[in-house]
């Protein structure tokens, strides 16, 4: 692997430096992302594992408290503007079971929560899946009634179907319910038997998909509207939101980056070994500028192993991931890549940076501030780029430095009316 990087290192020198470990396309890079992973397994399970998961279960709790769209991924609590649920929707919550549940869940996203609950401390591989069980609505002696997402009391409304809810069975607080496997004999109520062949039928639960990127990955393609709308621009009245989830979930966050980032123990021995390996490639070439170095280290372990660990949970954690909570760790992991990059000292800090900035907070939409505070919290950077914003001609002249100063204030709940 040290000759392959010594050639990798050559081949970029005579072109770009800086894109060198940006991608996987070689085999030393192949390598490299590899054997990083697996000598960086025991630091990850003694150190930062722990911190991860505690991230992660407070990511899926604090997101199950609110609605989620099923067929979307949007949900009410997130960090994701992208994902944020706009619509108000009233949600009566019901104690069905010992599991908490909400009036507008659909019946899989009830089975879910159900199977949380009721095997909880079990593998996630051990659980039965959702779609292996029926939830059955049981009423005195003789009522029992299979609830599904869809069947033929599903409301069609031209090309749109809505997914059944509770709310939608009139299922009362207190009923109750039980998850059954599926067998032959009730395989009938299955709601896909009554549907055959729907094609050009749309799903929507609690708002409609106007267009493919509002929808998931996985989903894409079976939405395609000419002239769809754009992305519309996030109100302020939905900010206090987005800062309630930051709010909840700062401690973990920073919990989580500081055992990956501390130096209060002592760095893995392979880091410290590729890091050195880099300096000493950089003084062979007679590269001196510290930002080419920088970013090759930072593209050699932040890109190429913690990020791609944040935003998979699943590849360490026996943990079963979801859209609206991949949307959350997709901040988070884009927050950390932020903080290990030469922005952090305002010296440094590139125009790039200060320019978006500037342009962010002349907008004045507060949304797009929140994420931009969001690393400056973790950071401790605030202070230096107010500084940095005041001596900016023009960001004098649009007084930018007080207006941050404003919306910090704000953030840490020493200013009440903006």
């Not at 072109?15 to 397994?41: A, D, G, H, Q, Y």
């Not at 409301?155 to 059944?164: D, M, P, T």
Request: contains cysteine.
């Amino acid at each position: 692997m040290k000759t392959l990087l010594n050639d990798l290192v050559e081949q970029y020198v005579a072109k770009n430096p800086k894109l060198m470990l940006r991608r996987t396309e070689s085999v030393v890079e192949k390598l490299l992302t590899n054997w990083m992973s697996i000598c960086l397994f025991n630091f990850l399970r003694e150190s930062a594992g722990e911190s991860f998961y505690m991230l992660f279960r407070a990511i899926k709790h604090q997101v199950d408290k609110g609605p989620v769209d099923a067929v979307t991924g949007k949900a009410k609590y997130t960090l994701n503007d992208n994902r944020l649920l706009r619509e108000d929707v009233e949600y009566p919550s019901t104690q069905t079971m010992p599991a908490k549940v909400l009036d507008c869940d659909t019946i899989t996203q009830v089975k879910e929560k159900l199977l949380d609950q009721t095997w909880k401390g079990t593998s996630v591989a051990l659980r039965p899946h959702a779609d292996s069980l029926h939830l059955e609505w049981r009423s005195g002696v003789a009522g029992h009634l299979i609830l599904s997402d869809e069947d033929l009391t599903s409301i069609v409304q031209g090309l749109w179907k809505r997914l059944n809810t509770l709310q939608h069975y009139k299922v009362p607080d207190g009923a109750t319910v039980a998850l059954i496997p599926r067998s032959t004999k009730n395989h009938l109520h299955d709601s896909h038997d009554y549907m055959p062949g729907e094609r050009g039928i749309k799903l929507w639960h609690l708002v409609k998909a106007t267009e493919e990127s509002e929808l998931p990955k996985h989903r894409r393609g079976s939405v395609r509207e000419k002239g769809g709308e754009r992305a519309k621009a996030i109100p302020e009245i939905y900010l206090t939101r987005l800062l309630s989830m930051k709010g909840t979930l700062q401690k973990f966050v920073d919990d989580l980056f500081t055992a990956i980032l501390s130096t209060s123990r002592p760095v893995p021995l392979a880091v410290k070994y590729f890091f050195d390996l880099l300096d000493e490639q950089a003084l062979q070439h007679n590269i001196s500028d510290p930002e080419t170095i920088h970013i090759w280290k930072t593209n050699s372990l932040p890109l190429r192993f913690w990020i791609n660990i944040l935003k998979n949970p699943q590849f360490i954690f026996n943990v079963q991931t979801s859209d609206h909570v991949d949307a959350v760790l997709f901040v988070i992991a884009q927050t950390f890549m932020d903080s290990c990059t030469i922005s952090g000292n305002i010296k440094v800090l590139s125009r790039v940076h200060l320019r978006g900035l500037m342009r962010a907070l002349n907008n004045a939409t507060l949304v797009t501030i929140l994420s931009i505070y969001f690393h400056l919290t973790i950071s401790v950077q605030s202070n230096k780029i107010v500084t940095a914003l005041e001596e900016d001609c023009t960001a004098q002249k649009m007084q930018l430095g007080y207006r941050l100063q404003q919306i910090a204030a704000a953030v840490e709940n020493k200013v009440t009316d903006l």
